[in-house]
Structures are given as structure tokens and as C-alpha cells.
């Protein structure tokens, strides 16, 4: 091969690997990208019902009943219309409690008494479904820990030692809003 050829080749070689190098942090963003459907909650969501017969359908405060049962959630993009569900850790519970009762930092993460929480378990990542209104807790039928609603969703009674990640919640003529991200650590702790 003519000595010309060869430094043409190497050129080419050298242009197409510095397009190849200068595209892989791109390349590597978009592949870190999730789908809409497997996103966290994020800032001004609504809330969809998890099951029954309104799922999917947009939860306003007046379906949140004083005093449980809880409701479970998803939450929902509200300009495409796509529920957040393809990850379990969207998972959110609802639960209306008297709102004078609220600490005052779960005051400002609620809205007329709706609380919202991760239903993912800080313990070992079970489903958290329940509400003890004798107990007055939320609890993990897996283990029996229980987490108290009214002050920032902490461990009351392990195995569990840490809160529940809150949702602070908005509310837009009824309809309820994510006002921000999950505001602590979603589900139990890897190992």
C-alpha cells in the first residue's frame, strides 16, 4: 500500500473514532434515560388509582376518605396521559388523617390531611397497603413494621428503622399534584 494511502486510511479511522468518542456521552445519556412510564413522580403529576374500578383514572381529595382506608397510586404525566407504572417503586399510598394531628413538617407536604408515602417498605421492599386505625399507623404485613402517617411516614415498630419516602403533594382545583420528587430514599436499602 502506497504511504499515502496509509495516512488517508489512519485519517479516516481517526475522524470516524473521535465522532464515535464524541457521541458516547450522548449515546450514554439517552441510555440512562427511562421511559416516561418507569420516571419517578414528578413535579406537577397527578395521581392515578393503582387498581379497582377507577383505575387509571385522575384521584381527587374528595376520594381519599378521613381515616382510611388508604388509596393506592400512580403517578400519572398529566400532558401525555401515561401512568408511571412500569416501576414498582412509583408505587405511592394515600391516606387522609385529621390535619391538625400532622407534625408540622408533614403539614407542609400535605394538603387538607392527604398524606402520600412510598408503598415500598424501607425494610425489605414489600407492598405497604394497610392502615391500622386502632394503631393509628401504616403498616408492613410482610415483617410488622409500622410507620407513622402523621409524622413524616417514620419507622414506629421495626424491623424497619427507616421512614417512608414522602410525597409532597398540591392540589389543582381537587385534582391532586406531585409538588415535588420523593423527598427520601425509595424503598429498602441495598445491600
Not at 111 to 116: D, H, L, P, R, W
Amino acid at each position: 500500500m502506497s504511504n499515502n494511502k496509509t495516512i488517508r486510511r489512519d485519517f479516516l479511522k481517526g475522524v470516524v473514532g473521535a465522532g464515535v468518542i464524541a457521541s458516547a456521552p450522548q449515546v450514554a445519556l439517552a441510555a440512562k434515560e427511562k421511559p416516561p412510564e418507569k420516571m419517578r413522580p414528578q413535579e406537577g403529576d397527578f395521581l392515578a388509582f393503582q387498581k379497582g374500578d377507577k383505575k387509571g383514572e385522575i384521584i381527587r381529595e374528595e376520594h381519599v376518605p378521613m381515616g382510611g382506608p388508604v388509596v393506592m397510586a400512580f403517578p400519572m404525566d398529566p400532558a401525555t396521559g401515561i401512568i408511571r407504572k412500569k416501576s414498582r417503586l412509583n408505587q405511592v399510598l394515600l391516606l387522609r388523617v385529621e390535619p391538625s394531628s400532622l407534625s408540622e413538617k408533614t403539614q407542609v407536604n400535605a394538603i387538607n390531611g392527604i398524606v402520600a408515602y412510598s408503598s415500598v417498605c424501607s425494610h425489605q421492599g414489600c407492598v405497604i397497603n394497610t392502615w391500622n386505625d386502632e394503631q393509628q399507623r401504616i403498616m408492613c404485613m410482610c415483617h410488622g413494621s409500622g410507620f407513622d402517617a402523621r409524622n413524616e411516614g417514620k419507622a414506629i415498630n421495626g424491623p424497619a428503622i427507616r421512614r417512608l419516602a414522602g410525597l409532597p403533594l398540591g392540589s389543582d382545583d381537587g385534582v391532586l399534584v406531585v409538588r415535588e420528587k420523593f423527598n427520601g430514599r425509595v424503598g429498602a436499602k441495598k445491600k
